[in-house]
């Protein structure tokens, strides 16, 4: 199953050049003819992405688990935000 949370927004091919792609990237594809796909960026070839109406980027792991880590942070000015007072300051 795939994870909405993991995956960038979609985006619209319209058979240029893809800058947002880089070879080994995973991204989910869907073709003209209805066909979907996972998996990694093998070409950047423009005819083998003729027929790929949209595609959307899977999001590194490492930057999903700061993301969760951010959500959890206390606001700034909350009563949850440890005030750090440095060593011999009153």
Known sequence: MIDKEE???WIEHNCAPVAA???GTIAE???R???RGVGPVVSLDPKLWANVLRFRIRKP???TIL???LADLPAPGSKDVPVLVP???V
Do not use: A, C, K
Request: negative net charge; glycine residues 20%.
């Open 7 to 9: 995956w960038g927004p």
């Open 21 to 23: 792609l880089q070879l």
């Open 29 to 31: 594809m869907v073709s």
């Open 33 to 35: 003819y209805g066909i």
């Open 61 to 63: 792991r490492g930057l």
């Open 67 to 69: 993301e969760n880590l």
């Open 87 to 89: 060593d011999g300051v």
